[in-house]
Structures are given as C-alpha cells and as structure tokens.
C-alpha cells in the first residue's frame, strides 16, 4: 500500500518518466516504508524497546574482557542476522543473566529483519502462557485464541523470557506445542532466557545458597520440559552472554 498523501507519488505508489522517449513507472519507495511501517506495528515491540538497535547497543569500555564478550555476542547475533533466513539454524536463543541486553539483541534483529520486509512478532512469555489461558474463558475468548494462532504462525517469533513462569503439566504443554509447530515448520524462533543449561557450561550450583545449603539454578527443562527444551536447542543457534554487569545498574551509576 503506497502513502496517501506522498509527495513522490501523489499516493498511487508508482512514479513515471520519461526515458529514451519511452514512459516507464517505477515503484514509488513508499510502498515499502509503508509496509516497513505496518510491519512494525504488528510486531508489537514493547515501548521499552521500540528503539532497540545494534546502533545502540553498547560495550563497556572499562572493562577490556567483558568488553571482548559482548562484542562477540554482538558479531554472532548480527551474523545470525545478516544471514537471515539462509541460517543453518533457523532460530536463535540468548541466554544468560538478567540485564545483559538479552531482550535488546533479540528485538534488534526482529527489527533489522522487519525493516527488510520480514514479519514477526515480540511475545513476552508470561503474557503469551496468561492470554492462551483466558483464551479457554468463553467470555475472554476470540482474541486472545489469536494470539496462540499468532505464536504459531507468525514468520518469526520473538519469544522474551522464555520458562519465566512456574511449572504446570498445562504451561508445559503449551510450550511444546508452539515449539513442536514451528519446529516442525521450520518457523524461526528467537527467545531469550535467564535460565539454566548444562549446554551452557558454567556452574549449575547458584551462587547465593541460601542458609549455607546448596541451591540448584533452575534449568530450562525443568520449566518447559525435555520435548520442547531437545526442539529448543535443535533449531537454535545458541549464544551465551558473557557474565557482565546488569546494565540497569551500569546506568544508574
Ligand atoms: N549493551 C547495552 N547497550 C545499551 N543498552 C543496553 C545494553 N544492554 C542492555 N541495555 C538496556 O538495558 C535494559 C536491560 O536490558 P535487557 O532488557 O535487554 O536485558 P535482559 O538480558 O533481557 O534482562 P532480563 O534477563 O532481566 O530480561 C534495556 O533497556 C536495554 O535496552
Ligand atoms: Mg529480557
Ligand atoms: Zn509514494
């Protein structure tokens, strides 16, 4: 759909010339922002990160090997991105500690790859496990059943926090299931997680054990199960954030 009122083209999306005597009619290149325009709307980035970017995505400078991490982290997930939708792995999952700029990256590339006229949609994982719920109340019903629909179909799916949510049979069947589908699609997932793996190396023992006992981190499969984490890890291309300060901390210094 061109703009209404554009100036290029006077809103019927095609602008004419005059070449070699011959009259040609190009696609006026509002017709794409347009697109590029709905595409961000339907995305339903949250505020918060609606101007989420590799642009403004930060290292820190004053410390050279978290500085090296997240620069890493950064070339992987702009890989991922440039590479899209030839990836041998048609997903991407980020792991790692709370305010690392796991979500950040995430909407970063849903955003890099909406501008290039690709579809997607941000979910936040609760809120997606909370309206499929209400969605099964007769009276919350319609459109909150469409965004299950949405979680399923959508081209790309940003999935933000991934097992933030207790376990039940139910969540966990509801998990696999939007898994398996696109899975078995080949639909790409992007989630982020502040879970646990073995995958991801590193301790599994959290650091603050309460009164001296040993304290277990929570790991991904014990909140969305083994069927959906094995489906997890084998369509995303997995990378770890580096261990740094959270940068809600970094910021307010
Ligand atoms: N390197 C960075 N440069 C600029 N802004 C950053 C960077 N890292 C994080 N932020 C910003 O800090 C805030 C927290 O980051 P973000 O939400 O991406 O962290 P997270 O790893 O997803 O944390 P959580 O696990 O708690 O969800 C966001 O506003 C984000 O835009
Ligand atoms: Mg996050
Ligand atoms: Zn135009």
Redesign the pocket.
Known sequence: MPIDNCPKCGGTGWISSDQDGLAIAERCSCVEEARAENLTEFAQIPP??VE?SFE?????IDNPTAQRG?ADVMLAVSAYARLYPKNPKPGLL?A???????????VAVLRLLISRGHEGMFFDYQNLLEKIRSSYNETLGASNREAYQSALETEILLL??LGAHRVTDWVEDMVTAIVTHRYNQRKPLIA?T?LADPEFGGSMVEKSGMSGGRAYKTTIEERIGERARSRLFEMCKVIR?PNIE???IR?SK
């Open positions: 918060n990160f989420a403004n995505f930060r290292l820190p997240l980020l790692g500690p709370p305010g690392t700029g796991k979500t950040h990256l995430a933000d926090d982020t502040n954030m959270d940068y809600r910021r």
